[in-house]
C-alpha cells in the first residue's frame, strides 16, 4: 500500500510558477506508475500528467503540455509536478495518484488505486 501528501499549493497571478510535492510512505513507491490529476469545483477529476516507474517516460494532456513537468526521485519516495506559466483555468484542487498498472501510463482516475488527499492551486488573473 502507499499513502500519499501533496504539498506546495498556493496562490499565484496568472504568468507565475509553482511547484507541488508529492510525498510517499512506504517501500514500494517505485513499483508504481505516479500521475497527477486536477479537479475544479463542479467539473470531473481530469488528468494532467503521467509518468513511468523510473521516470524515463512522461505523458501530459494537451491543455499542460510545454507548460508543465512531471518528475519523481524514487530515493526520496516523492513525485513533483513544475507548473510555469500558469493560467486562471490551472486553477484547481491538484491530486497525486499511484498506480499498479506495470504497463503503460494511465490517463484514467479509475486506473490508480492510490490517492493523496489533494492541494489547492489558485492563479488569478
Known amino acids: 500500500q502507499v499513502q500519499l501528501a501533496e504539498s506546495g499549493g498556493g496562490l499565484v497571478q496568472a504568468g507565475g510558477s509553482l511547484r507541488l510535492s508529492c510525498a510517499a510512505s512506504?517501500?514500494?513507491?517505485?513499483?508504481?506508475?505516479m500521475g497527477w490529476f486536477r479537479q475544479a469545483p463542479g467539473k470531473e477529476r481530469e488528468f494532467v500528467a503521467a509518468?513511468?516507474?523510473?521516470?524515463?517516460?512522461?505523458y501530459y494532456s494537451d491543455s499542460v503540455k510545454g507548460r508543465f513537468t512531471i518528475s519523481r526521485d524514487n530515493a526520496k519516495n516523492n513525485l513533483l509536478l513544475q507548473m510555469n506559466t500558469l493560467q486562471p483555468a490551472d486553477t484547481a484542487a491538484y491530486y497525486c495518484?499511484?498506480?499498479?498498472?506495470?504497463?503503460?501510463?494511465?490517463?484514467?482516475?479509475?486506473?490508480?488505486?492510490?490517492w493523496g488527499q489533494g492541494t489547492q492551486v489558485t492563479v488569478s488573473s
Open positions: 509518468i513511468s516507474l523510473a521516470g524515463a517516460r512522461t
Open positions: 495518484a499511484a498506480s499498479k498498472r506495470a504497463l503503460g501510463l494511465p490517463t484514467w482516475a479509475y486506473e490508480y488505486e492510490y
Open positions: 512506504g517501500r514500494t513507491f517505485a513499483s508504481h506508475v
